[in-house]
């Protein structure tokens, strides 16, 4: 299985700055995923992070909110735009091999977000 | 529109046996996942079924019926350890994950 590191584990921020989460893989993995948790809920797919071209986003995210980079097969960058409170949430990278099996997704150990 | 319907919340006693069940209405079906998640910590990954049946991993099990719709997750010789959020998770026609709210199980001594 794939060990995932993300960075930073949690950080507060001002109204009004962006941050930048980074996820890095141990191994070179085809899909990578960023997905938001708000507190006691469910997993929000963000998009999906494409090595060599721009990420796909799901309806309600938008690149200009939440520009994604993936310069490799092991690393990619969410950045948190112009945050406001509702941003506050956890943020999650995961990955999935598709290289046989049940094709599972990993996910890094998440990166707490609280926006003052 | 995609759904996946779990129970928000289950009790079970230690050493005792609890279903968690899914149904799920999805463009189509490529697989149903079910995923761990302790309180502030990532999801990991439990057990997977493609196909209708019983799907045993130790303690754990899971239950698959395509033309219900339906599946559950097993949990035999509940532990304390075991008291965590269980998310059920499909894979549509597109190979996309669509996540269920999640069931999160109190264990009591």
């Known amino acids: 299985s794939a060990v995932i590191s993300q960075k930073p584990s949690r950080d507060i921020c001002q109204r009004g700055t962006s941050l930048t989460i980074q996820c890095q893989v141990d191994s070179q993995v085809t899909m990578m995923f960023w997905y938001r948790q708000q507190p006691g809920q469910s997993l929000t797919l963000i998009a999906t992070?494409?090595?060599?071209?721009?990420?796909?986003?799901e309806s309600g995210f938008v690149i200009d909110k939440f520009p994604i980079s993936r310069p490799n097969l092991t690393f990619s960058t969410l950045t948190v735009s112009n945050m406001s409170p509702e941003d506050s949430s956890i943020y999650l990278c995961s990955v999935e091999d598709r290289a046989g099996g049940p094709d599972e997704q990993f996910f890094g150990p998440g990166t707490r977000l609280t926006v003052l | 529109g995609q759904n996946i319907d779990q129970p928000t919340e289950m009790t079970a006693t230690e050493g005792a046996i609890v279903q968690i069940n899914c149904t799920y209405q999805t463009s189509g079906f490529n697989g149903l996942f079910w995923y761990q998640q302790h309180a502030g910590e990532a999801p990991t990954f439990l057990s997977y079924n493609v196909l209708d049946g019983l799907e045993e991993k130790g303690r754990f099990s899971s239950f698959l019926s395509r033309s219900k719709g339906y599946s559950y997750l097993l949990l035999k010789e509940l532990q304390m350890k075991d008291s965590a959020s269980y998310l059920c998770a499909v894979k549509d026609s597109n190979y996309q994950l669509i996540w269920g709210a999640g069931t999160k199980l109190i264990i009591k001594p």
């Open positions: 992070a494409n090595q060599g071209s721009e990420a796909t986003y």
